[in-house]
């Protein structure tokens, strides 16, 4: 790139730093993470000379590559550094914010990922309502089930948010974890009836079966187990569901009808 080949004659630090920063912001568009990181590299050390900005934007870059090739560690590290430097009006200080609550979340420090989360929350960002459902899933692990149904809610509240199909199948799910089957079959079948294309199809019917059973309502378990098997035999959801089904049909007294399947 004519980047690169200014590279070639570094006379001023301030714009060899620019150079490198570019070619990095190149090199992660095309996925090309590892020649990235070696762009942005190069900004910080103690010897290049680059401008604060650009250093603080390299951090931002580091984070981004290192997170797209899923070395999450050092990803946090960048992130954490860009946060710290980066003036409180910076454009992409809430976004930086936001990736560093992924990268604890990942990384399972979710005290950490909560309360980064909610910094997001508190700033002006367009991804408030994917930080209101990753809390609440933080707050589901950490078994805070009114405070995660409570954040689940925030994101149905958002006219265009595309998290709403996955915050009602979380909303269900902690219905079920709690031993509340009636409500959880009744929030999977706001997922069920919602899209005909959701990504959650597969469980939410594998769920709710799940939650009938509780209820012994075995004929509807079945019908959900029979749903899996024939529409989304090779999904993971349908993993194990013979053997539900079976025991489904055995106590509705219709264990005739398994050899079918």
């Given at each position: 790139?004519?980047?690169?080949?200014?590279?070639?004659?570094?006379?001023?630090?301030?714009?060899?730093?620019?150079?490198?920063?570019?070619?990095?912001?190149?090199?992660?568009?095309?996925?090309?993470?590892?020649?990235?990181?070696?762009?942005?590299?190069?900004?910080?050390?103690?010897?290049?000379?680059?401008?604060?900005?650009?250093?603080?934007?390299?951090?931002?870059?580091?984070?981004?590559?290192?997170?797209?090739?899923?070395?999450?560690?050092?990803?946090?590290?960048?992130?954490?550094?860009?946060?710290?430097?980066?003036?409180?009006?910076?454009?992409?200080?809430?976004?930086?914010?936001?990736?560093?609550?992924?990268?604890?979340?990942?990384?399972?420090?979710?005290?950490?990922?909560?309360?980064?989360?909610?910094?997001?929350?508190?700033?002006?960002?367009?991804?408030?309502?994917?930080?209101?459902?990753?809390?609440?899933?933080?707050?589901?692990?950490?078994?805070?089930?009114?405070?995660?149904?409570?954040?689940?809610?925030?994101?149905?509240?958002?006219?265009?948010?595309?998290?709403?199909?996955?915050?009602?199948?979380?909303?269900?799910?902690?219905?079920?974890?709690?031993?509340?089957?009636?409500?959880?079959?009744?929030?999977?079948?706001?997922?069920?009836?919602?899209?005909?294309?959701?990504?959650?199809?597969?469980?939410?019917?594998?769920?709710?079966?799940?939650?009938?059973?509780?209820?012994?309502?075995?004929?509807?378990?079945?019908?959900?187990?029979?749903?899996?098997?024939?529409?989304?035999?090779?999904?993971?959801?349908?993993?194990?569901?013979?053997?539900?089904?079976q025991e489904a049909l055995n106590l509705?007294?219709?264990?005739?009808?398994?050899?079918?399947?």
């Amino acid at each position: 790139t004519y980047f690169e080949k200014s590279l070639q004659y570094p006379i001023d630090p301030v714009m060899a730093g620019e150079c490198h920063y570019w070619c990095g912001e190149a090199y992660s568009i095309a996925g090309k993470y590892d020649q990235a990181i070696d762009h942005y590299a190069a900004i910080i050390l103690p010897s290049s000379g680059a401008s604060a900005e650009i250093a603080t934007l390299s951090r931002y870059g580091l984070g981004y590559a290192y997170y797209n090739a899923k070395q999450y560690e050092r990803a946090l590290f960048n992130f954490k550094e860009f946060t710290n430097r980066a003036p409180k009006n910076h454009a992409y200080l809430a976004d930086g914010t936001l990736r560093l609550a992924d990268c604890y979340y990942v990384s399972k420090a979710y005290p950490d990922a909560l309360a980064t989360y909610r910094k997001v929350l508190a700033m002006t960002s367009p991804d408030k309502d994917y930080a209101h459902l990753q809390s609440g899933i933080v707050l589901g692990i950490q078994s805070k089930y009114a405070e995660a149904t409570s954040e689940l809610a925030e994101v149905l509240k958002s006219p265009s948010s595309t998290y709403k199909e996955e915050a009602l199948f979380r909303m269900a799910q902690l219905d079920f974890e709690q031993g509340k089957y009636g409500n959880a079959a009744a929030s999977f079948t706001r997922v069920i009836d919602g899209s005909k294309t959701s990504a959650f199809l597969p469980y939410a019917y594998s769920k709710r079966a799940a939650s009938y059973y509780n209820l012994k309502d075995y004929n509807k378990t079945a019908a959900d187990y029979i749903y899996v098997i024939e529409h989304y035999t090779t999904h993971p959801a349908a993993d194990g569901v013979l053997v539900s089904l079976q025991e489904a049909l055995n106590l509705a007294n219709r264990s005739g009808e398994f050899d079918k399947y």
